[in-house]
Nanobody
Framework: QVRLQESGPGLVKPSQTLSLTCTVS??????????WSWVRQSPGKGLEWMGA???????FYTPSLKSRTSISRDTSKNQFTLQLRSVTLEDTAVYYC????????????????WGQGTQVTVSS
């Protein structure tokens, strides 16, 4: 069974860079064809797709965050990582890593596996 687990700091100061890692078990991030995504959910808002990396290593980002976001992977560790630069208070959210067959999924039904999520608070 595929399992995803997010890890990273729970508190980040404004203007700093947020770095989160997703560790995947039960399946290789380089096998078959999936989009390994980062999504987030702010209080009172819906699911926001941020970006994804494919099994071949190609990356895709939502336009509104593209200038601040980088997604990379380490296939030897079966991990993929999100970096979000110059964070603001509006980046406070629960961040999830997820696996799906497409891009820009805004519903949980767009994904077949996801992590439990990690709360990130941006505060000085």
């Amino acid at each position: 069974q595929v399992r995803l687990q997010e890890s990273g700091p729970g508190l980040v100061k404004p203007s700093q860079t947020l770095s989160l890692t997703c560790t995947v078990s039960g399946g290789s991030i380089a096998a078959n064809f999936y989009y390994w995504s980062w999504v987030r959910q702010s209080p009172g808002k819906g699911l926001e797709w941020m970006g994804a990396i494919t099994t071949s290593g190609s990356t895709f980002y939502t336009p509104s965050l593209k200038s601040r976001t980088s997604i990379s992977r380490d296939t030897s560790k079966n991990q993929f990582t999100l970096q979000l630069r110059s964070v603001t208070l509006e980046d406070t959210a629960v961040y999830y890593c997820a696996r799906g067959r497409g891009l820009r999924g805004s519903e949980w039904s767009d994904y077949d596996h996801w992590g439990q999520g990690t709360q990130v608070t941006v505060s000085s």
